[in-house]
């Protein structure tokens, strides 16, 4: 894919967003989405729902998915749609929104584009050092399903998954070459995805309740208002994944920087199959779907496509596949309450998975870029955010302490 | 006795500190998000916290649509402190959900523990 085709599929994710938000179909940001009921009735403006937007996505946008960017020069998803977002609301216009969105979209590939134009002009010292962020996070994303195990069932479900997952990961280099350079950590997330949502199967609701017909018709209505759209977006996303410009949760954007593009789907399958289970009921509640669809399988199917054609096919029927079964996992849901308890543990997992990755990675990095003060801005700064009651999410502490020790090695070196 | 059901990310270790706050002088409960907010809807439980990592998705994104955006509140997000006058001004607006950001369990579940606790003297 061209620079030309991938400015014009994240202004086209952009343009979207703007659209399906300002018309009250679909929402990116979680928090947004339960308040488009009241968008619609008009209790909310769109400019006071845009500030509220803002919010909630300006964290996110500048200390969760810009460092992941800024060290790998691969846009996380936040990027490209939490802008677009806010700006689609702003306006009174349609007009004016869609082509504020549109250059949101914009704005996001030229960051990327611009990032991508400089690393070969940066000393080898930052470059040769950028991808060892990632080392312990390949190394680590078996235990994504391990860590949500124990969260949801104690020691007792770390067995049950940990041992099928150690299995494979020790058979390692007997398993043969895996579909797409896959890892056997890689095959070793997928195993213990399916285990652990097999295990939340096993408990079914004793009560004979049903699901409330209000929500069933909500998720219903979607296929109207959102379905055409969103497989737009889902195709755009697909094409743009499988190009390597786009990535979702920070594990995939940095497996994703060092080519374990497999392992990337493989985390993004892991993420989709933990949120599912509140996206699909917040849309139940607000007659709003999510953006990208359950974050972030779309992509995933993009990134195992041989083409971007194939990706943006593969994007687009993932998302509107997910959609058009919204209703059937209302109900799997109600009879199986334990899979949203799973997917909140799921959630917590990954992330307790990836904070220690990412700062362990980070160290190493930066004590490879700068020896000695590097590793010590790193966790200066990690000391520093604890100690003011974490101004930085946790996760993105690390690639923050990254830049600002490759921006003292660029100064150090033209000094030097 | 007043009641206060525990969701989302780390909600065990939520309620186990909520619990230690509350030393018997309200019931802690946890549960899924989705049950959660049914509870305080249909006024079997009195009030929601839910932990997710920005404290403003999912932490409360169901509470919202089922028990309204206007007795919902993100009071810990990501990236900032917790302000226990920010949770006393919340409970005095008739607030009943509570967002928090999974990064502030620590000191955001005890504060709301102790603002309910002071709201209801």
């Known amino acids: 894919m061209n620079s030309y085709a991938a400015a014009a599929c994240f202004a086209g994710i952009g343009l979207l967003t703007a659209i399906v938000v300002r018309k009250g179909a679909s929402a990116y940001h979680d928090a947004v989405r339960p308040l488009l009921p009241e968008y619609r009735r008009g209790d909310i403006a769109g400019p006071e729902l845009s500030r509220q937007a803002w919010s909630v996505s300006a964290g996110f946008i500048s200390w969760f998915a810009l460092p992941f960017t800024l060290v790998t020069g691969i846009a996380t998803s936040h990027l490209a749609f939490l802008p677009a977002e806010v700006l689609g609301l702003r306006w009174r216009s349609r007009a004016v929104s869609a082509a504020a969105g549109a250059a949101a979209g914009l704005a996001a590939f030229g960051l990327v584009a611009a990032l991508r134009a400089v690393y070969p002009h940066l000393p080898l010292q930052v470059t040769s050092s950028l991808p060892m962020i990632a080392v312990p996070v390949w190394h680590t994303i078996f235990l994504f399903p391990v860590a949500a195990a124990y969260f949801q069932w104690g020691l007792r479900g770390v067995a049950a998954v940990g041992v099928p997952v150690a299995a494979v990961v020790a058979a390692g280099g007997h398993l043969g070459p895996l579909p797409g350079g896959l890892s056997a950590g890689g095959l070793a997330l997928l195993l213990g995805t399916l285990i652990i949502v097999a295990a939340a199967l096993r408990r079914r609701r004793t009560d004979s309740a049903a699901v409330p017909r209000f929500l069933v018709d909500n998720v219903r209505a979607l296929r109207r208002s959102a379905l055409l759209p969103l497989a737009v977006i889902g195709a755009l996303c697909g094409a743009l994944a499988q190009a390597h410009w786009l990535a979702g949760e920070p594990a995939a954007v940095l497996l994703m920087g060092t080519g374990h593009i497999w392992d990337a789907a493989a985390v993004g399958v892991f993420s989709a199959a933990a949120f599912a289970p509140m996206v699909t009921r917040s849309a139940a509640t607000s007659g709003s779907y999510s953006t990208q669809g359950f974050p972030d399988w779309v992509l995933s199917a993009g990134m195992i496509s041989g083409t971007p054609l194939l990706g943006a096919a593969a994007g687009g029927a993932v998302l509107s596949a997910e959609l058009l079964a919204a209703p059937w996992l209302l109900a799997l849901l109600h009879v199986f309450p334990e899979l949203a308890e799973l997917g909140s543990a799921m959630r917590q997992g990954m992330a307790a998975v990836l904070d220690i990755a990412v700062l362990a990675g980070s160290v190493l990095a930066a004590s490879h870029m700068l020896p000695m003060a590097g590793a010590a801005i790193v966790v200066a700064l990690f000391v520093w955010n604890e100690a003011s009651q974490r101004r930085l999410m946790p996760v993105a502490v690390g690639p923050v302490g990254v830049a600002a020790v490759a921006i003292v090695t660029l100064l150090t070196a033209r000094g030097g | ?121």
């Not at chain 2, 989705?34 to 932490?59: K, M, P, T």
């Not at chain 2, 967002?99 to 209801?120: E, F, M, Q, W």
Request: charged fraction near 20%.
């Open chain 2, 1 to 121: 006795m007043t009641s206060v059901v525990i969701t989302g990310m780390a909600r065990d270790r939520a309620a186990a500190l909520a619990a230690d706050t509350a030393a018997g002088r309200i019931e802690i409960l946890s549960d899924s998000d989705y049950e959660g907010a049914i509870a305080v809807q249909s006024g079997q439980v009195d009030y929601y916290v839910g932990l997710c990592q920005s404290g403003a998705g999912g932490a409360l994104a169901l509470a919202i649509g089922l028990i309204g955006s206007k007795r919902a509140r993100t009071v810990a997000p990501a990236g900032r402190p917790v302000a226990e006058d920010l949770i006393a001004a919340a409970l005095a607006d008739g607030v009943v959900a509570f967002g928090v950001s999974v990064d502030h369990v620590d000191k955001a579940v005890p504060a709301i523990i102790r603002g309910i606790l002071n709201h209801r003297a």
